[in-house]
């Protein structure tokens, strides 16, 4: 079974759901970049107070500052294996990553793409606001993550099949039925 993924798509498509699902059962680290940039907000840290402002809006953070924080867990995730979820977000983002990963055979083998429309990430998000009141769950906030979304990170989905990697799931399918079929493509 792979085990060094890649989870990518759509704000509120089921990737944070999945990827600690995935982790629990799998045992392996799940690297999710969001709670990384949340993590170090509320920590009240001079980086955190530096990116506080393009969370809260939807903006990506600078990649230098996401290069680092992958930089720092590259050797144990190409030991131990990994579901990367929110990283890369753009091709630039990938490119810079795979001269990180390379030399340490820390390559992603598997990219899942979260299929979901706009109009349920819409739904599901401002329903999650309602519950975790997370700053950036706004319909404005959360159209242009959408908008971002498709214009920056979308692009990957072709990046990486044309490396043969990338598979698309049905991510509006029940959480079990997405996970189940996550693991049948793991296994291959
Ligand atoms: P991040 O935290 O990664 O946010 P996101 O990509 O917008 O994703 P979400 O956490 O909103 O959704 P998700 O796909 O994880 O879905 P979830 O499982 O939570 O990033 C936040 C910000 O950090 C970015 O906007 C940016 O500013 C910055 N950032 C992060 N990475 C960066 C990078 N690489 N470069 C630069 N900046 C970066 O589910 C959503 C809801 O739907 C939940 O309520 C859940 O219960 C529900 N749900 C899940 N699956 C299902 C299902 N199958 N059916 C019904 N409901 C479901």
Redesign the pocket.
Known sequence: MVNKILLI???????????IRLSELLGLEHV????L??AEISSGSELGETIKA??AA??????DL?LGLIETRVEEAAEKGYIL?????SVD?AKKGRKLAEPVGARPELVIY?DVPDDIVVE??T??AE?EG?E??NEQTIRH?LALFHETTKPLLEFYEKQGKARTID?????DE?TEKILELMRG
């Open positions: 798509g759509p704000p509120g498509s089921g990737k944070g759901t999945q990827g999710a970049i969001g709670d940039l949340r393009k969370v939807g903006e990506l953070v600078d990649d996401i979820d929110g990283f890369p977000r983002q979260f599901r998000l329903a999650r519950i997370r950036d769950d993550r991510a509006t399918a029940p959480v997405v």
